[in-house]
């Protein structure tokens, strides 16, 4: 048996769990929330303290649960989520919360920057623009680490000199298990530092830097997901309930952990993600990009296919857990909302779900987009609301999926015939069924779904130490299929023409959220 420690650390909490690698087994998983804190609007950030702590309370529990010796643990690893910016002192203390990806204070400095929907903006500034899309395969957004820090250093100059590294979500879990400042490639691939050109050569980039104008030395030393960072410290090891000397595994993004866990690694397979975000995810050899639909190629953990497309979706199961927290009634569950969701027909009774609760970013960037219902009426009840939310989420997934599938079969020419689902949105079978007949395309149900950002954290770590050597094949010999959802063609005509009204509502609105949510500060 290969025992693994994983701790996926999400936007609403961390899972811990304990994992035989071998056997794609989890033994036992403890899952703690947490808040997000929001100071202003288009701010989110969250305290590492309390992801510290949550770490070392969750793997204390499941050592105990589980009744396994600390002393046959194989590795730890983490995987996290990305595009965070946390300054830090030499020894590693914190300087400021973690700004996380929802975060999008820099707006202005993206916009002054890197703002590839201004026309003015292209024409005067090609020659940057260029030169990320060959360095990076894209450029920063609002919510991207390199803007953050460009707005740090900008907004508070004290912090920005203080800071002796910028580390990510995992970086600094990294440093707080080994003492060493390390990020793994495929987190560093989306703060847009990164020289992405050359798979055997993925360096940060001296030119981004001078262009953006921040010290490269702020950054931490790289590695690939599969390599070991170094050992688990005393200090770490006594506040964990571990033993020293554990061997700690780079991890990856929870993009990188999320493709591994799915199944879906080879070359041009495709899983679908529904946590609080969203995305789509395929592995893919040569690296391509699109601006009109705002996706990408990025670093993958895959040790042996280099990159991965994708593109992503801002607001997910976050609107269904808004839903339960703030408007259904008190201690219902996401199941007592997919009983209620299924007693509403196909369609909602026409009543739409905007799902941009915190701005979006493909296959349209926009920070100061928000959610709504449009054509609410006295008519419709609360089955109506719970299902159009999850028919809302589910058409801008579709809206992502029609400009992935194009690009996929124009450059690598491969085709959709079927999607592995997976994260807490595909714990649900009515969200499945919805997703197979907006899609129209067969949805495989991925078993434990929620755990496959950690059963995959769990085999590139059993990688790094050895113990996996076809990665492909033994990945997917250790994924198992639940259920395949085939899309009902009557349903299919319902939502076709609903997913037609819900672009036009977008095209209609735009503006109107700009001139809402618009902030200079």
């Known amino acids: 048996m290969v025992y693994i420690l994983v701790s996926d650390v999400g936007t609403s909490g961390t899972m811990t769990s304990l994992i035989d690698a071998e056997k794609g087994l989890i033994l036992k998983s403890i899952v703690r929330e947490y808040e997000t804190i929001y100071p202003r609007v288009n701010w989110a950030e969250q305290d590492p303290l309390v992801w510290w702590r949550t770490i070392c ?3 204390r529990d499941v050592m105990k ?14 995987a996290c989520q990305m595009m965070g910016l946390l300054p830090v002192t030499k020894e590693g203390e914190p300087l400021n919360n973690c700004m996380i990806w929802l975060d999008s204070r820099a707006a202005e400095v993206s916009k002054r920057f890197f703002n590839v929907l201004s026309t003015k903006f292209l024409l005067t500034h090609l020659p940057r623009i260029l030169s990320f899309l060959k360095i990076t395969a894209g450029g920063p957004g609002p919510k991207d680490t390199l803007t953050k820090i460009m707005w740090l250093k900008e907004k508070r100059r004290k912090i920005y000199d203080r800071s002796y590294k910028f580390l990510d979500c995992k970086d600094w879990f990294i440093y707080k298990t ?7 490639r495929d987190c560093a691939s989306t703060t847009w530092l990164l020289d992405t050109r ?9 030119k981004i ?3 953006a104008k921040i010290d490269l030395d702020k950054m931490p030393s790289l590695r690939n997901s599969t390599d070991i960072m170094g050992e688990l410290s005393s200090v770490a090891a006594e506040e964990m309930g571990l033993r020293p000397g554990i061997p700690v595994i780079g991890g990856a993004g929870d993009l990188g952990a999320a493709m591994v866990g799915s199944g879906a690694v080879a070359e041009n397979d495709v899983h679908l993600y529904v946590g609080s975000s969203a995305w789509l995810i395929s592995p893919i050899r040569k690296r391509f990009y699109s601006i009109k639909y ?3 190629c990025l670093v993958s953990p895959h040790p042996d296919i280099p990159y991965f497309f994708i593109a992503e979706q801002e607001n997910a199961g976050a609107c269904l857990k808004w839903i339960r927290d703030v408007i259904s009634m008190k201690n219902e569950s996401y199941s007592n909302l997919d009983v209620l969701a299924s007693h509403s027909p196909t369609g909602s009774n026409k009543l739409f779900f905007l799902p941009w609760m915190y701005g979006e970013r493909s296959p349209v960037e926009g920070h100061a987009l928000r959610g709504g219902f449009i054509n609410l009426g006295l008519n419709h009840a609360r089955n109506d609301v719970i299902r159009s939310v999850l028919e809302g989420v589910a058409f801008h997934t579709k809206w992502m999926l029609d400009g992935f599938e194009i690009l996929l079969k124009k450059k690598n020419d491969a085709t959709i015939d079927r999607i592995n689902f997976i994260g807490g949105g595909a714990m649900s079978d009515i969200w499945c069924q919805i997703y197979a007949d907006v899609f129209n395309k067969p949805i495989l149900q991925v078993a434990n779904p929620m755990a496959s950002g950690a059963l995959g954290a769990a085999l590139i770590a059993a990688c790094g130490i050895g113990q996996i050597k076809n990665f492909t094949t033994d990945v997917k010999d ?3 299929i639940k259920k395949t959802f085939l899309p009902n063609q009557e ?6 023409k609903n997913f037609k009204i819900f672009v036009r509502l977008y095209h209609q609105l735009k503006d109107l959220y700009m001139t809402l949510n618009h902030d200079k500060d």
């Open 57 to 59: 309370e969750n793997t």
């Open 65 to 78: 649960a589980s009744k396994i010796s600390p002393n046959d643990v194989d590795a730890l690893v983490f």
């Open 178 to 184: 080994t003492g060493n400042f390390l990020a793994t």
């Open 198 to 206: 050359n798979p055997k050569k993925l360096e940060w980039s001296s």
């Open 209 to 211: 830097a001078s262009m």
């Open 294 to 296: 705002m996706m990408t």
């Open 478 to 480: 250790r994924i198992t």
């Open 491 to 496: 349903n299919v005509r319902i939502l076709e």
